[in-house]
């Protein structure tokens, strides 16, 4: 490739088509299916969700595929794409470490 070519922008940094309307529906999501997709973001998996939010393993199945519906998405990873744009424009917050803030150093 000599100095006159042009180089394109790589296909990888354009937002994903369905995006957009998902971080629109974002702003219906009850308060719960909020906190389940919270948990979504930081990476945690039905079993543990459950557990830190005290409902059972059903429960947060069945708010999981109200999100996916909501927001007309098909699948957790597109979920979790999701919650990170909504984390890094401030309007999803990531759950508290079980243990409390992690960023203490401790003697």
């Known amino acids: 490739m000599n100095s006159t070519d042009s180089i ?7 937002l994903p088509d369905w995006l957009p309307h998902a971080l629109k529906e974002s702003r219906r999501l009850t308060k719960m299916q909020s906190e389940v997709l919270s ?10 969700t459950a557990r830190l939010m005290n409902r ?6 069945a708010h999981t595929t109200a999100i996916l519906n909501r927001l007309s998405l098909g ?5 979790g794409i999701v919650a990170y744009h909504l984390v890094t424009q401030g309007a999803l917050t990531l759950p508290q470490p079980e243990n409390g803030p992690t960023d203490r150093l401790t003697d």
């Open 8 to 14: 394109s922008e790589p296909e990888c940094s354009r």
């Open 39 to 48: 948990h979504l973001a930081a990476g945690m998996d039905i079993r543990s």
């Open 56 to 61: 059972s393993e059903r429960t947060i199945k």
């Open 75 to 79: 699948s957790r990873l597109q979920a």
